[in-house]
């Protein structure tokens, strides 16, 4: 909303320094945040909220200033209007659902001409383009006063008859700024005998504008139906500024003092005489209303001790006609304040005068609760995953949600079994990702460094179940496994399964798998697909896991504490020759399944088909002796060669 | 055997006196003091002595071991002496050689910051989905189909006839529907609206939304947690100041603009020359939302807020970009 100091000064003497009054307007509710140079004149841009169609006027803005001066506003003089001798004739078919009540008059012996300076000015001064006498003033009584108003050649108006319709969708209709539109269904039109006049709310038509022979005139003012107005004006991409003010609801009683007042400057500026009564069709009279404000809650709910005389200057300042009885304060709404429905919203009413910045800063002092609460997230798993990832080396990404079918199906996965956005912001951004790794992929092509360790933590869809993906470019296998080997032990997790199998085709068949506990799946690692890899364009081979993290959470234990031995640990090397396709961590976990007293095992070194092992012998009890040890390893010899057909080399 | 022990004594001394480490002298303390150690020998040879020459070769061998092992202190004190005393060139610019560890990403950062705050305060942390329903995301918030607020939160449509939530004030009514009041509840998480992708939008951000609802939560009480929270991010001497709005959801509503601390409020590009950011709308929730959640609005009442994660990052590092947060670069990762 375009508010021009030098029409808001007609209205109300400016006290506060500009800088000091944009701010005040601010806090009370009206974001003035922007001054700028319109036509050589100093214009106020305000952001007006969807609560306030008040606001949308330049004496809507004069009333707050004067609320927040403790100022009167000096209101605009209308003059009562003289009986009309002539009785123009005007039949009309009205439809309340679409317009709740129609406003209008006829002035005839009109003359079109370009508008008095003065007229000029003020039209410039909010941005729009002066257009004769008449159409002027119906813009500046709409910037006055908030209440938009259309004029009609009454002459064109065929049959002197108008019918309130919606439409039924493919009319046709030209505006008065020579625009062709093709109206959706239901907007609310104005029909003539013949043909659309009027697209209610939203633009005159082209047909029955005003035009330089223009004599006779029909000015209305008109409360339309906000839902029907805001739909069509999207479904045409049309935001008048009449338009702005009907979705958020125009004063349904200001119709006819918007009438006399346009008709007061059009018989000054355009000559001519009332040639009809002042018509006004409603269903039911709209008139102020009652609202209770009880000064114990109100203090109650803002924390402060606001005195009643205090409430009750700061009702006044506003128009609310407060009257107070005990505790109860009775205001008296005006009908431009209908966003005033409840109790809570003459307590906004009271604090935002008082001053948002006069209030006390208090901390709750309720009891904390001890149970939790629906939906309750505990964050203990994502955070320790995070620290390993990190300690590990691995920096922290956050990707989009929403991907392109092109990544879906380069990553060899099915768009079907995706989520699809019905109305995407672009192609690139079409569906919800199931996965973390083609992301993540995209990163490591992104970095161009020789070693790119990244990952991610996020929900992937439909299911909307956590992921901690991972990826490695520049390094080799084993590393890569470490950070997975580090995750499980971390958090405690044994006894998990790796199978030689991963349902997602994003992996190399021959070299990924799955991990399992039970028959619960912990998620997937190995290398990426070269045919995915082709895809990406990426040079580099890949790894990648993607682990579950309610999975991991339901897998994961708390270890209990082994106590350090005090005796010296027995360290050995051993080296073994397996046949092909040996699973060497299931020897590892063999070696150390043998005894209790074989603390550690490590896999030293790999050459050819010989795997050396360094274990680690120790004791709680006593230091073990070269008779104790030998009867271990030879344990562990005839174990290897039982289970794996190893032999020691 | 007398001529022995002194022997013994001559050549210790002399080993000793030639020392140039801590590590040497211990090996000559093992030598001769040790279990099996030179003087430690002749000790268990006394017995073989006959009688009349045990106490008089005993009181030598003592003496000497005592001599003995004087002179190791006095060394030992005299080597640890020198080692400071010589002052010799130590090049502290020299640079270390970093653990190469990861990072962490300043949006999660922020976040873990932010929920800590909020755990001290006794907010527990919810979360809800992402794929939402109009009804918890709009009109549960008192926010009908065809509300003009909605033009500022154009909106994701599935075609199940969901949506992407807009805001995770959608999590207000679900929580209040299974919570039995007083609460206090965190609910950080993304939305996503249709929004091209600029410097300053994204169709997908980060928020925290938090609300609280008790017998007597005051207006007071939304400040005062608005400023606290703030302060304890950006420091003690961080302006605020509150301003009136509307959301259909709240009443009284509130708006909270923080002092820009890239210009410290003199204006610049980054709050748009107002030297305010506009960081945490917020408010008193209205009764037909409490409602909604099946919570007596004449009993209880309460506050929500929200805050914009993705600024309050912005804000403290300078970044001017909001895409900058979901460009996986390392040259950018790497500077968190």
Known sequence: ?649 | MNEDIINLKNEAFAQINTVKSIDELEEIRIAYLGRNGKLTNLIKKIKDLPPEKRSQTGLLINETKKNIENLLNDKRQNLIKSLTEKREWFDLTLPGTKPEMGHKHPLKEVLEEVKDIFKYLGYQVAEGPEIESDYYNFEALNIPKDHPARDTQMTFYLENGKILRTQTSAMQVRVMEKTKPPFRVLVPGRNFRFEQVDASHGFEFWQVEGFAVDKNIRFTDLLGTISFVLKSLFGKETKLRFATTNFPFVEPGVDTYLQCTICHGKGCAFCKNTGWSEIMPAGMIHPDVLKKGKIDPKKWQGFAFAIGLSRIVNLRYGINDLRILTTPDLRILSQF
């Not at chain 1, 209908?338 to 009891?367: M, Q, W």
């Open chain 1, 1 to 649: 909303m375009l508010v021009p100091i030098s029409w808001l000064k007609d209205y109300i003497e400016i006290k506060l320094p500009l800088k000091d009054l944009m701010w005040r307007l601010t806090e009370i509710g009206l974001t003035s945040e922007k001054l700028e140079k319109i036509n050589g004149e100093e214009v106020l841009d305000i952001e007006v909220t969807a609560n306030r169609p008040d606001w949308m006027s330049i004496l809507g803005v004069a009333y707050e200033i004067a609320a927040i001066q403790g100022d009167k506003v000096k209101e605009p003089q209308i003059k009562k209007l003289a009986k009309s001798k002539k009785t123009f004739e005007i039949k009309v078919k009205n439809n309340f659902q679409a317009i709740e009540r129609w406003s209008a008059i006829i002035i005839s012996g009109i003359e079109i001409k370009p508008s008095p300076e003065w007229l000029q000015k003020r039209i410039l001064s909010v941005g729009l383009r002066p257009i004769n006498n008449v159409v002027d003033i119906t813009n500046f009584v709409m910037f006055e006063m908030g209440m938009p108003m259309h004029a009609f050649d009454y002459d064109e108006i065929k049959g002197h008859e108008m019918t309130f319709m919606l439409s039924q969708g493919g009319e046709e209709f030209t505006s008065v700024d020579e625009l062709p539109y093709k109206l959706p269904k239901d907007a609310i039109i104005i029909k003539d005998k013949e043909r659309i006049i009027d697209l209610a709310g939203i633009k005159g038509g082209l047909n029955s504008g005003i035009k330089a022979n223009t004599k006779n005139i029909l000015l209305h003012s008109t409360i339309n139906n906000p839902v029907l107005i805001r739909r069509t004006s999207i479904a045409l991409g049309l935001r008048s500024d009449a338009s702005a003010i009907y979705e958020r609801g125009p004063d349904k009683g200001g119709t006819i003092k918007a009438i006399k007042r346009a008709t007061n400057l059009i018989l000054e500026t355009a000559g001519g005489e009332v040639a009809s009564d002042l018509i006004d069709l409603k269903q039911k009279e709209f008139k102020p209303y009652p609202l209770d404000l009880n000064l114990k809650r109100l203090n109650e709910v803002l924390g402060v001790e606001i005195k009643k005389e205090k409430v009750i200057k700061i009702l006044s300042s506003l128009n609310l006609n407060p009257k107070a009885k005990g505790e109860k304060i009775t205001c008296i709404i005006p009908t431009k304040r209908s966003d005033l429905k409840i109790e809570e919203d003459l307590i906004e009413e009271v604090a935002r005068i008082y001053g948002y910045n006069n209030f006390p800063l208090t901390l709750p002092e309720g009891k904390v609760k001890e149970e939790k609460i629906a939906y309750f997230k505990d964050d203990k798993i994502e955070k320790r995953l995070r620290e390993i990832m990190i300690a590990s080396g691995y920096s922290e990404t956050m990707n989009y949600s929403l991907i392109s079918e092109k990544i879906i199906k380069d990553s060899l996965s099915d768009p079907e079994k995706h989520i699809k956005i019905k109305n995407p912001v672009s192609l690139d951004y079409q569906y919800l990702r199931s996965s973390l790794i083609p992301s993540l992929i995209l990163a490591a092509k992104l970095n161009t460094d020789k070693t790119v360790k990244l990952f991610e933590i996020d929900k992937v869809f439909p299911d909307e179940k956590y992921k901690v993906s991972a990826i490695g470019k520049g390094i080799e296998f084993r590393e890569f496994k470490g950070a997975i080997d580090l995750i499980l032990e971390k958090l405690g997790i044994e006894n998990y399964e790796t199978i030689f199998e991963v349902e997602n085709q994003i992996f190399h068949p021959a070299k990924s798998g799955t991990i399992k506990v039970k028959e619960s799946n912990i998620g997937y690692f190995g290398e990426i697909n070269p045919q995915v890899r082709e895809n990406f364009a990426v040079k580099e081979i890949l790894w990648a896991f993607e682990l579950d993290l309610e999975a991991l959470k339901n897998s994961s234990k708390i270890r209990t504490f082994f106590p350090v031995s005090s005796y010296p640990p027995q360290i050995e090397d051993l080296t073994f020759v397996f046949p092909p396709k040996t699973k060497i961590g299931e020897v590892i976990e063999s070696i150390r399944k043998t005894s209790d007293l074989i603390r550690n095992v490590e896999l030293k070194d790999i050459y050819q088909d010989a795997f050396t092992f360094r274990i680690t012998y120790q004791s709680n009890k006593k230091t073990l002796n070269d008779a104790e040890i030998a009867s271990l390893r030879e344990k562990i010899i005839e174990e290897i060669k039982k289970k794996y057909a190893g032999s020691v080399k």
